[in-house]
């Protein structure tokens, strides 16, 4: 089956308003930028619930499309490295759902496997088990929504908190080899949610840096089989290799390195 699109605006064209779309990526590696952009593009594209472990930065990923406006709700475990987020959040236009990092890994993979929810110790004596921690705000100052009591059950004389798993409409992911059949090798830490969201999804979309002939690839190496893929695209040269650092951090040399 051949499953490649010509564009990554032809890939998306069909992502409706109201969509719950899980997006791979960590900081800024691995994230389907180039996806994210043809989501942009796509007035239609709004009002989304997004599901990542974080949201870009002002300028580049995710960040982009909260500032057109288009994010209405995520689900998240940083999301730190954005002042429009922060802005948006604080004055009761994008509600938050912030889930500890491990748990945001798990509720994906257990929505791709069909697991309706699981047990975990953490969260366990916090507001993330307990409820109240602030979803969405009012604009001045207030908590419009908060999140709600999770059930907390006893194993072996241990308190754990149930944790719903996550199923999604979309997936949006970024690999760095593929084939037309859609099966995809990540590249060491670029391969972080994004299998995790492909698995999650009724939808996938991949964003691909090399393209190459079913069977080129060692089985064994590949890392997501092409039956979680639905759609792939590959990049421009110039695409694939526009890859930006989070934040960079350099050592000044001393006179005796020089």
């Known amino acids: 089956m051949d499953k490649r699109c010509s564009t990554a605006a032809q890939a998306v064209a069909d992502v409706p308003a109201g969509s719950r779309v899980a997006v791979g990526g960590f900081g800024l ?31 580049w990923g995710l960040g982009l499309l909260l500032s057109a406006g288009r994010i209405r709700r995520i689900v998240a475990s940083y999301v730190g490295e954005n002042k429009e987020f922060a802005r948006q959040y604080l004055a009761g236009e994008l509600e938050v759902e912030l889930t500890p990092q491990g748990t945001l ?39 419009a929504v908060a999140s709600p009591a999770k059930p907390v059950a006893a194993f072996d004389d241990r308190e754990f908190v149930l944790e719903r798993a996550l199923s999604v409409d979309v997936a949006l992911v970024r690999a760095w080899r593929g084939d037309r059949h859609g099966n995809l090798v990540f590249r060491r830490s670029a391969r972080n949610f994004n299998p995790l969201c492909a698995r999650a999804a009724r939808l996938t979309i991949a964003e691909v840096e090399e393209l190459v002939e079913p069977g080129q690839m060692d089985p064994d190496a590949i890392h997501l089989p092409g039956i979680h893929v639905d759609r792939v695209v590959t990049l421009a040269p110039d695409d694939a290799l526009d890859k930006r650092i989070e934040k960079r951090t350099v050592t000044a040399r001393s006179e005796e390195s020089r």
């Open 29 to 59: 590696v691995g994230i389907p930028a180039t996806l994210i952009k043809a989501l942009v593009d796509r007035p239609e594209a709004r009002d989304l619930e997004i599901v990542s472990n974080n949201c870009g930065v002002d300028d």
């Open 105 to 143: 890994a798990e509720r994906l993979r257990a929505g791709g496997a069909g697991i309706a929810a699981f047990y975990t110790r953490t969260g366990v004596g916090t507001q993330v088990a307990e409820g109240g921690l602030p979803w969405r705000y009012d604009g001045v100052g207030g908590v």
